[in-house]
């Protein structure tokens, strides 16, 4: 097995710079929590309680669960080995060049993918505040504003991405707290609704045990993001430190937000309603009767999408640097700034993510579908290949002394974690929408072990 001082480092070469070291605890934990509290929370959650019912809770729990087990085992390698390539770098070394290369190349794409929804997604909707100024105008704005946070320092990227997450986590917490007192009666013109919506039309559980299975497929990928933060950890002053604190605070506070949201929605209303259905915070704020607060709720819808958005250009970018600083991509990526910043690879995300907003615009319906299917299940291979990197690191990195942050009862819950995500998977082969992902995934991933061996085999005939 590959030393992890061969391999782990991370650095460029003196001569290139190295990434700055600008993050705090604070930061690390608010991009966590602003990765995954976005679009998958705000306009995902109705489709969750379309196909589980109120039972949609256990679904949330059942993938809470499962995230946290998993952000466990990668915190623990997270904490012991700080590397910007974080899961790729893992799993470099634990399984071998082959699981790093696909592991990095797949999220980069996975993400490249998303930008491009998201800058569209959020560019239609101010389009709709602001009809004068064409779609793509406001799309090439936003593009190149998120470019210059990105390349100012990282220091400047924490703090803008500290205050956007931080006013969504703020509205979550304003929308818990109505949600409790209309559930409780205590608003004026409000009576308390007891669980009448929760056990009614049609019971806890109105399509059984299969909704509940098909609510988790829904679901479980609105947690994905939450990993950036073992990536941006090797840019914080004490790396060590600081991913073994964020990774304690963040999980907890996430399933607070999940959970208790999804509980406040199905209790304060039928979970068959429309307008539950349609956009359950706005549907929620509008029966508390609270003038302005569906409104702003819109507006944070866009600010989910242009956090998770800049965050992306910052994950994107330091696994392409990572990637190539690894030899596995091309040497110009590697180039950092006067700011630490490694500037190519910012640059080349921002230029695929312009690409990947034509796609949205230009591309067939069906064609645009199948790409965005190689990407939405990639989230379970990566989680896959982090359960199986965590267990055969683990013993070696205890004999070295490294582990600062352990996961729990090894190695009965790490081979407990991998039994559960196989199990998941063969779940997703069940549901004909999942089935297709995993098809679309699986071809994804064959293309880019497919490059790797292509490259390899060049470069020995070079040698």
């Not at 600010?303 to 998770?308: D, H, N, R, T, V």
Request: hydrophobic letters at 60%.
């Amino acid at each position: 097995m590959t030393s992890p001082d061969d391999v782990l480092t991370d650095a460029a070469s003196p001569e290139e710079g190295h990434l700055g070291t600008g993050l705090r605890v604070r930061h690390l934990t608010m991009m966590g929590l602003g990765s995954a509290i976005g679009a998958g929370l705000f306009l995902g959650t109705g489709a969750g309680i379309r196909v589980a019912g109120p039972a949609v809770l256990v679904s949330y729990l059942l993938a809470g669960l499962l995230v946290v087990l998993v952000m466990r085992m990668l915190a623990e390698m997270a904490a012991a080995i700080p590397s910007s390539g974080s899961f790729s770098t893992y799993a470099e070394v634990g399984i071998g060049r082959w699981a790093g290369f696909l592991m990095g190349w797949l999220y980069w794409a996975t993400l490249i993918m998303v930008l491009g929804v998201e800058i569209t997604a959020a560019s239609q909707v101010l389009h709709g505040w602001l009809p004068g100024l064409p779609q793509w105008v406001l799309a090439l704005v936003l593009i190149a504003g998120f470019a210059v946070v990105n390349l100012a320092g990282v220091r400047g990227f924490g703090e803008f991405e500290f205050w956007f997450a931080a006013l969504k986590v703020a509205v979550i917490v304003l929308f818990l707290v109505v949600g409790v007192l209309l559930v409780l009666g205590v608003l004026p013109g409000t009576e308390p609704v007891g669980l009448a919506n929760l056990t009614g039309h049609g019971g806890f559980a109105p399509h059984g045990f299969a909704g509940v299975v098909s609510g988790l497929l829904v679901v479980v990928f609105a947690f994905g993001g939450i990993e950036i933060i073992t990536i941006a950890a090797a840019e914080s002053a004490d790396p060590r430190r600081s991913i073994a604190t964020a990774a304690r605070s963040i999980v907890w506070r996430i399933m607070l937000f999940y959970v208790g949201s999804v509980a406040v929605m199905v209790l304060a209303l039928p979970w068959d309603s429309a307008e539950l259905l349609a956009g359950p915070f706005v549907a929620v704020l509008q029966l508390a009767g609270i003038p302005g607060l569906a409104d702003l709720m819109a507006g944070v819808v866009v600010i989910a999408l242009l956090s998770a958005f800049n965050a992306n250009v910052y994950g994107t970018s330091r696994m392409a640097y990572s990637l190539a600083s690894r030899g596995d991509g091309p040497r110009a990526l590697t180039r950092v700034s006067a700011r630490g910043v490694p500037a190519v690879s910012v640059l080349v995300s921002i230029a695929f993510a312009l690409v990947s907003v034509l796609l949205n615009g230009l591309l067939p319906e069906r064609l645009l579908g199948y790409l965005l299917n190689a990407v939405g299940s990639s989230l379970v291979v990566l989680w896959v290949l982090i359960a199986v990197s965590q267990i055969r690191l683990r013993p070696r990195l205890e004999r070295e002394g490294r582990l600062s942050v352990r996961m729990w009862a090894f190695p009965a819950l790490s081979w407990a974690t991998l039994a559960l995500l196989v199990g998941f998977v063969a779940l997703m082969l069940t549901d004909e929408a999942a089935r297709g992902q995993l098809v679309a995934t699986l071809v994804l991933c064959l293309v880019i072990v497919a490059v790797d061996v292509l490259r390899t085999r060049w470069r020995r005939r070079r040698a």
